[in-house]
Nanobody, 115 residues
């Protein structure tokens, strides 16, 4: 069964940290570009971070220096370490996997940053 399953979301205070995980199954994980996107209420889905097959990373300007994306091909898992969280980081975070001919999405995990 092909799926991406996110975990690690929750409620955190401003300034806190969370680590999201996305476990892939049913795909040749190592050939996929992996990404994290987010969608806040009333807003469009946006790219947060992306990591290529070779490990090159890209970040949205709003999260640079605070978030780190990484991947473990042996575990077919991609991570998003989120530090110094802000209320504006509140959103549903989605895992994305893509090659030139295929794109997959996870079901999303909610991150709420609030005191």
């Amino acid at each position: 069964q092909v799926e991406l399953v996110e975990s690690g979301g929750g409620l955190v205070q401003p300034g806190g940290s969370l680590r999201l995980s996305c476990a892939a199954s049913g795909i040749a994980f190592s050939i996929y570009v992996m990404g994290w996107y987010r969608q806040a209420p009333g807003k469009e889905r946006e790219l947060v971070a992306r990591i290529t097959v070779g490990g090159r990373t890209t970040y949205a300007d709003s999260v640079k220096g605070r978030f780190t994306i990484s991947r473990d091909n042996a575990k077919s898992t991609v991570y998003l370490q989120m530090n110094s969280l802000k209320p504006e980081d509140t959103a549903v975070y989605y895992c994305n996997a893509r090659t030139g001919v295929r794109e997959l999405w996870g079901q999303g995990t909610l991150v709420t940053v609030s005191s």
